[in-house]
């Protein structure tokens, strides 16, 4: 029926050039087509429009990547912005401080919840929790019942007091089944609750009654993958009339591209943090907002070659670098050109792996912390323009002014500047063909002197200094190069 | 209404129809417009061997509620019509193929007011909407009528066989119910109960988890052996990418049309579903040959304008519609009030 939009990117893709800036045509033919994507997929309209706009908004202050063509940096943008709507990083289950934590489920009819609970209680279960389940669905026929084959499939007990089929205070059975739980020691309590319309304002104040008789630690909202609009409107009535703390989607397995978990985030700003992907007990999983937001969009193919062409202009970039550095005309400006490359492609790993050297090393890119990279960044940021082209006038009042701008200590900019230089020398002799990866190696002939005091140091472990660090993971160790003697006499 | 061969219970069928004719009264008539030519049909073909049993009467315009509470809709805003029709999950597409068709007709009539706009609305919905074929198939003669309900999971399966079943109880039907659903926890227990609140008859599993297509088998052989008017198969429901489960399906109809023809088979869609309704319909009629959709939930807020698409692309009637829990809370689909409820016309 519909081509998809990797297909009809393509189509849009032809005829573009990079440019120095994105223009504004250029954006709103790629957003036309991610706006009809976004509608395929279910997403609600509303959400659509704020988040069409937020992504031109953002696409008109980009500079243009030399990699990209201006539609696929585009869709680099939607992918980036639907994963952030998404949620970064799936929350966990908050456990109560006293058990039993409380998790209460609602949704609509036929949104799963019966079936969810079963797999939420076996999930908890094999992460060492006694879960009871508790069946406040008295409404739907048989719905306990069902409840109470699920608690034996899963092997968790189910706390069932009334029979249902429409009768019977689900308040009550709610309120019981925490003493009851207290009493037995049960360490989570999973309240099934009828399945319910975000306009039937009765069942909604029931729903809100088991919440009140109940404190719940969690309220898991429970939607269906394949819903349509109405998304944001249940969402809305749920979030209101019940309150809600985090979303669970089901049905994933399904091949609906999901765009309700987008509305839904959107719309509640709470966070997702399962999927439920099959007809067995186990088809249970955190959920991946990357992943989604790949499915909502339905263009794997097309993120994929982005992702190829940037890793390709990484690589160009990296060789300038190189060049740089063998030239000896490695700067701090080139340094902090590098953290926001690192930053930009999220992950140090990521540029530290097309660093020449640093293959072997990958188990402990696995060790550096990304926030630190913000401190160098700060620190090179308090620098005039002169200084980072020429660390070598950097003088102690210098040094005092940099450390007060940028929050750090002098100690902190010193050693900045230190193991700044230790790399930029290590990385001209390794640009010269040297191999620093190899211990024993070396390539300082005239500082040979050194290694001797600096062993000892190194041995310290690793340094808090992230430049130090990557030159560390690098291959690139100090005190086998001989060259710490910093020129400013602090470093080593 | 269906048909039923004379020599079975003529008499109490006649009581029907005088019983029935008060709810005639009181309540719209809603599957009238098919009536005559159905009639023509089967006094031609076998002309002393069926009688008629009239059905009760349902009015459902509660089901169908207006989508322009937002905007103001005039001739200015026409393009706001293609926003307000994809949230009511029509699809861009077909809001795209509405919007211009109303530009059209509204430039011909020379509308111009809102009421005059939402008339042409109203009117060409209702004319794209309009099939000859939304009334269930129960006029073959070729007793007892199989309708088989499929559909993917948590769609309302189990519960609009209950609604219908009750229905075609009251008026006069005999009804069995196959629990071909030996997947999901008490499902067989959920029909059940429907069994017992609408007086059919219920074919259960022999044994936990037995073979599906074996549930149908036995349930068509009850069904002849005790003389029901109708068979009513319930199925797992199942997400139309699972190709396992789907083969499935294929062999429960299989086995089914070994001993009787199936007169229909009913693909139950959530109202609340998206775009993926248009891929269940797609896939659930390749492998089970859909004959019509029963759209529920409709007692929520989502606007079902999905079906728009599937029954323009796939030329699949939207025939049952079901509005809420109760037994009673079903009916059947008339493009004209659905037109109408969606528009918010009077």
Sequence with gaps: MFGNLSERLVETFKGLRAKGKLSAADIDSTLREIRRALLEADVALEVVKTFIAAVRERALGDEVSKALNPAQQVVQIVQEELIVILGGEARRIQFAKNPPTVIMLAGLQGSGKTTLAGKLALWLKEQGQTPLLVACDLQRPNAVNQLQVIGERVGVPVFAPEAGNGSGNPVNVAKDSIKHAKQKQFSVVIVDTAGRLGIDEELMKQANDIRKATDPDEVLFVIDSMIGQDAVNVAKAFEDGVGITGVVLTKLDGDARGGAALSVAQVTGKPILFSSTGEGMDAFEPFYPDRMASRILDMGDILTLIEQAQKSFDEQEAMVMAEKMAKDAFTLEDFLEQMQQIKKMGSIKNMLAMMPGAGKLKGQLDNIDEKEIAHTEAIIRAMTPKERRDPKILNGSRRLRIAKGSGMTVTDVNSLVNRFEQAAKMMKTMAKGGNPGIPGMPPGMGRAAMPKQNKGKAKKGKSGNPAKRAAEIAGIEPPKQGNSGSSFGLGG | ?346
């Design chain 2, 1 to 346: 209404m269906f048909w039923r061969k004379k020599d079975k219970a003529a008499t109490p069928a006649v009581e029907e129809v005088i019983v029935q004719e008060a709810e005639v009264i009181a309540e719209e008539v809603v599957v009238a417009p098919v009536e005559p030519t159905i009639i023509e049909e089967l006094v031609v073909a076998e002309p002393t061997e069926l009688v008629k049993v009239e059905l009760p009467k349902r009015n459902l315009s509660k089901g169908f509620k207006a989508v322009f509470s937002r905007i103001k809709f005039d001739v200015e805003n026409l393009d706001d019509l293609e926003d307000v029709l994809i949230q009511a999950d029509f699809g861009v597409e077909a809001a795209e193929e509405i919007v211009a068709a109303v530009k059209v007709r509204a430039k011909k009539n020379g509308s111009k007011t809102e009421a005059e706009l939402k008339a042409v609305l109203t009117e060409l919905l209702t004319e794209k909407m309009s099939r000859t074929d939304a009334a269930l198939n129960l006029d073959s003669g070729a007793q007892p009528y199989v309708i088989l309900v499929v559909g993917v999971n948590g769609a309302g399966k189990t519960t609009t066989i209950g609604k219908l079943s009750n229905y075609l109880v009251e008026g006069g039907a005999k009804v069995t119910l196959g629990a071909a659903d030996t997947f999901r926890a008490a499902a067989v227990e959920q029909l059940e109960t429907w069994a017992t609140r609408s007086n059919s008859e219920i074919v259960k599993p022999t044994v936990e988890g037995q073979d599906p297509a074996a549930v149908a088998y036995e349930a068509v052989e009850k069904a002849i052996a005790n003389g029901s008017d109708v068979l009513i198969i319930d199925t797992a429901g199942r997400l139309q990418n699972k190709q396992g489960l789907m083969d499935e399906l294929g062999k429960i109809r299989r086995v089914i049309e070994k001993q009787l023809p199936i007169s229909e088979v009913l693909l139950v869609l959530d109202s609340t579903t998206g775009q993926n309704a248009m891929t269940q319909a797609k896939a659930f009629t390749e492998v089970a040959a859909v004959t019509g959709i029963a759209l529920t939930k409709l007692d929520g807020s989502a606007k079902g304008g999905i079906v728009y698409a599937i029954q323009d692309q796939l030329n699949i009637p939207v025939k049952l519609v079901g509005v809420g829990e109760g037994i009673e809370d079903f009916g059947f689909f008339d493009a004209k009030e659905f037109a109408i409820g969606l528009v918010g016309e009077k």
